[in-house]
């Protein structure tokens, strides 16, 4: 089932008659048609901002975030309150932590409509109808990932939570900084499964990923590792494998892994 904010993507790409890749390259003129104009300037404490006067409303972001594509999500994200959560005027800052894709609601009350922005965000960047097609009856690797964050003009990691949205087969995205894991993202299948990959703590030696924070390179390869070496135990076998992809973020200090459940390990 379709969240509500996901369903308000679409229900604008429709209104906008938004049908190829191409229509998303300028989201200032989406903003634009939704009523917001769009600037970049100084902001303090803040990466981005939405201030809205009746039924207008402007959209700030920081030129102090330095990455196009982190940029380009701000956007959707504040697209997304104005589309949500629009209560007459006001301002809302938006922090950095708030248009991280996967870390949103735990830092601040309001964090449920930042989440809610979020999955606006990627809704809007990557349409089912255009993206989802891509993310189905294909092997999960996080080459094609870096392929379609190039396609759709996204980051790493909204690319490939979107992926695991979209993906009809079992697997799940997840994000590690300094040596812990700090969420993870699973598709539909893999929550099926019932396996679970226990969040804030450190890495599995055994882990491809743990190599990184080991000051050793991370295989460019997807490689089988022990389904132990990432689920809390539960209801798969001792030998049980699965496929692990992982990618270092050196400027984050993170890790970014794709895992799949490519066969029955269950007991």
């Known amino acids: 089932m379709k969240s509500i904010a996901t369903s308000a993507a679409d229900k604008l790409l429709l209104e906008l008659g938004i049908t190829d890749r191409s229509d998303l390259a300028r989201l200032d003129d989406i903003a634009w048609a939704c009523g917001a104009l769009v600037r970049y300037d100084h902001l303090t404490g803040a990466e981005a901002r939405i201030a809205t006067y009746g039924d207008r409303a402007i959209i700030t972001v920081s ?20 589309r949500l959560n629009r209560r007459g005027d006001g301002l809302v800052f938006c922090l950095a932590a708030d248009l991280d894709p996967g870390e949103t609601g735990a830092r601040r009350a309001d964090g449920e409509a930042e989440l809610d922005a979020n999955t606006f965000a990627a809704a809007l960047l990557m349409p089912n109808a255009l993206f989802g097609p891509r993310c189905r009856r294909v092997k999960p690797s ?68 743990s190599s990184f924070f080991e000051g050793k390179p991370v295989p460019a390869r997807a490689e089988h590792v022990d389904a132990s070496t990432w689920f809390a135990p539960g209801r798969f076998r001792r030998d049980g494998l699965i496929i692990e992809h992982s990618f270092a973020m050196p400027a984050y200090n993170a890790v970014i892994t794709l895992l799949w459940v490519d066969q029955d390990i269950s007991y």
């Open 63 to 82: 030129i102090a975030v330095p990455d196009e594509r982190r940029r380009r999500f701000a956007v959707a994200h504040e697209i997304g309150h104005l």
């Open 142 to 209: 996080l080459d094609l990932v870096r392929s379609l964050a190039e396609e759709f003009d996204t980051s790493l990691t909204a690319a490939a939570r979107r992926f695991a949205e979209c993906s009809d087969e079992a697997c799940a995205v997840v994000y590690s900084v300094g040596g812990c894991i700090r969420w993870f993202h699973p598709s539909k299948d893999f929550r099926e499964t019932g396996l679970f990959i226990p969040v804030a703590q450190k890495l599995d030696p055994y882990s491809l990923a």
